[in-house]
């Protein structure tokens, strides 16, 4: 993974074999305040959702975040540094709680630069977060987004005053409004823009 700062990245990865990864509430938020107490130095982070075996983010890195780590034989950057540590230090507490042993993750976390020529920036990065938002629904954990705690939507609906998410710059990234957000949060989204998203 490379950043470059202000950009826009959705960020996702999944169990080892599509296998689970988060087995109880506090496996969810053990994961979130590891987050929080990681990140929001090299990152803004736009939006999340947690799923059982996967996870998704979209963050804007800051220009900490995109330093290289000095004192290694390949430089990192630490924003990627992070969230291998993130990834590892999540794993051995799932061994540790599940007395297993092996890869709880798939080896490459997917870091996939939103902006592009094709389609502006702010749609994108609606859409982007929309589709984040959507995935409990299209698996059919959920009937209605609100109903699943493990994502940004609450917060960006105003049913939740989260704080990890930086909302007022997604509104200024997205051009979005609350007025229409929630509406929007069910829209369908193409298959076209879906490749500029996930692939």
Known sequence: MRFYPDKVYHIYNRGNNSQRIFFNRENYL??????????????????????????????????????????????????????????????????????????????????????????????????????????????GLVNQLEDWEFSSYNDYAGIRNGTLCNRELVYELADMQLETFVKDSYGVIKDEILERIIY
Do not use: W
């Not at 090299?42 to 804007?60: G, K, S, V, W």
């Not at 430089?75 to 890869?103: C, D, F, H």
């Open 30 to 139: 053990f994961f979130l305040r590891k987050i929080r107490n990681s990140f929001l130095d090299d990152c803004h982070i736009l939006a999340y959702c947690l799923m059982p075996n996967h996870f998704h983010m979209m963050i804007q890195p800051t220009e900490k975040g995109c330093f290289q780590k000095e004192g290694q034989v390949v430089p990192v950057q630490s924003l990627t540094s992070k969230i291998a540590t993130l990834q590892s230090s999540y794993t051995r507490a799932i061994q540790n709680q599940e007395n297993i042993k092996g890869s709880l993750f798939q080896q490459k976390t997917k870091a996939k630069l939103l902006a592009t020529d094709a389609l502006p920036s702010k749609n994108i990065v609606a859409t982007c977060l929309h589709y984040i938002h959507q995935n409990p629904l299209k698996a």
